[in-house]
């Protein structure tokens, strides 16, 4: 009997790469986002040490307000771009996990057909291997009565 074939052998190997391409685009884009944070929290840091050294001063001049305005808003501006940038990778994070958890759903069930289809093998391998013995069986009956 001929060896055993999965049927869709080659639609559960490109499953199987694009589940592998999808869990390392999740871990890209998780990386970024914890990067994205890190980003956010060392300028929320910075705006805080720049707010606290202004209230700290005393007989600013207008000169050194309007600079340290400039460089608060500059900093919120940085802020508030990241935090977009955050919320963007959140969206793509968000869309890539949808579609490696339909792909690992795929995935999965052509496994279980291969197993299905494997047990059904074994079982007709089986049934063949009985058939055969009693082939063999009948024949030497078939011998013996002849004699």
Do not use: C, W
């Amino acid at each position: 009997m001929k060896r055993f074939a999965f049927t869709l052998e080659p639609l559960l190997k490109i499953k199987v790469s694009m589940e592998k391409q999808l869990k390392n685009k999740q871990a890209e884009l998780l990386q970024r986002l914890t990067s994205y944070y890190k980003q956010i929290q060392k300028t929320e840091d910075e705006k805080t040490k720049v707010k606290e050294e202004y209230l700290s001063k005393f007989g600013m001049t207008a000169g050194d307000m309007k600079i340290f305005e400039n460089h608060y808003r500059s900093l919120e501006n940085k802020r508030q771009d990241l935090k977009r940038r955050a919320e963007e990778i959140k969206k793509e994070l968000a869309r890539v996990q949808k579609e490696l958890l339909n792909i690992t759903i795929e995935k999965k069930t052509l496994e279980k057909l291969k197993v299905r289809q494997y047990e059904e093998y074994l079982a007709e391998l089986a049934r063949a291997g009985e058939k055969e013995l009693e082939d063999i069986v009948s024949g030497k009956t078939a011998v013996k009565g002849s004699f």
